[in-house]
């Protein structure tokens, strides 16, 4: 039998102590997807049209506005009432928007940015990496990157891709500069320095709103949230340092039959001195 290619060990029985702020003992962080415009549409030059999620069947062929405005609604709504419940309990996220998204509408990384939310990379289009060609893989970062700078002021230093990275991702982020971190990474409740000044965080599909899709977990928005917060209520229990992500939306956390589960999260943790509800988290383990 051939070896596999990856530890299945990670930290092992003793995680380390990661030393959070305030002496918490769980870093909690909330990511805003941004990927609205960045969607694949014919009207955009793409070969096909998104078919994923909450309008699930493809439109071969020909333009398809219901996906389009499905989209557009977290663009020109979900992205005010997100940022205003974050304003509510003084609690920062991080956007990792589309450059693409970005590019045709500058406000969704300008605003998050106003509020001082943090706004990283999320690919160009909304796809997966993996079997991409290199030099098209090392366009997208560098247009990734142009279109949140021009947008924001800012450099981005984050980057994940959906759902899966090619086997170049992370060395063509470091290859590029200026990132020091990629969440492309789901197999641990930890972070780990990957190579001096380069972090990898773990992110969640489950604690994540994209589960209200057809077929899937959540229904109300008390689903998710209870979800949410069972997990934060175990991972607190442990009495072990940990990291969990909580994922969200803008076309989906951001509809008013849902808004009130991020509303009723942050409630709950955003003044919790075992909490740390941080944007800067991959800043802070390179400090470490």
């Known amino acids: 039998m051939p070896p596999l290619s990856r530890s299945t060990l990670g930290y092992g029985e003793n995680p380390p102590d990661m030393a ?42 020909h ?30 996220a991080t956007f990792s928007s589309c450059g693409r998204a970005v590019a045709h509408g500058p406000h969704l990384a300008a605003a998050p940015h106003a509020r001082g939310h943090e706004v990283s990379c999320h690919g160009w289009r909304w796809e997966r990496h993996a079997g991409m060609a ?21 450099a981005p230093v984050g980057w994940h891709t959906r759902s899966a990275p090619s086997v170049n991702t992370r060395r063509l982020l470091r290859e590029h500069g200026g990132f020091i971190y990629d969440s492309d990474d789901y197999g641990d409740e930890l972070p780990r320095l990957h190579e001096p000044g380069h972090v990898i965080l773990p992110y969640c599909f489950d604690t994540n709103d994209m589960r209200f899709a057809p077929g899937q977990a959540f229904v109300m928005g008390s689903d998710f949230s209870r979800y949410c917060l069972d997990a934060v209520d175990w991972l607190l229990a442990e009495k072990r340092c940990r990291m969990l992500s909580i994922g969200l939306h803008l076309r989906m956390i951001g509809r008013p039959g849902r808004i009130g589960a991020l509303d009723a999260i942050l409630a709950r943790v955003a003044r919790d001195p075992r909490i740390w509800v941080g944007r800067d988290i991959a800043a802070h383990v390179l400090a470490g």
């Open 20 to 61: 959070w702020p305030g002496g918490a003992k769980l870093a909690l962080s909330f990511v805003v997807n941004v990927e609205e415009g960045a969607e694949m549409n014919r009207n955009s030059g793409d070969e096909r049209n998104e078919s994923r999620f909450e309008a699930n069947e493809e439109v071969v062929g």
């Open 63 to 92: 333009p398809d506005p219901c996906m389009e405005t499905h989209f557009d609604y977290g663009a020109k709504v979900g992205l005010w009432r997100i940022l205003d419940v974050f304003d509510r309990h003084n609690a920062k």
């Open 134 to 154: 290199e030099d098209a893989e090392r366009a997208v970062i560098a247009g990734t990157v142009r279109a949140i700078r021009d947008a924001t002021g800012e």
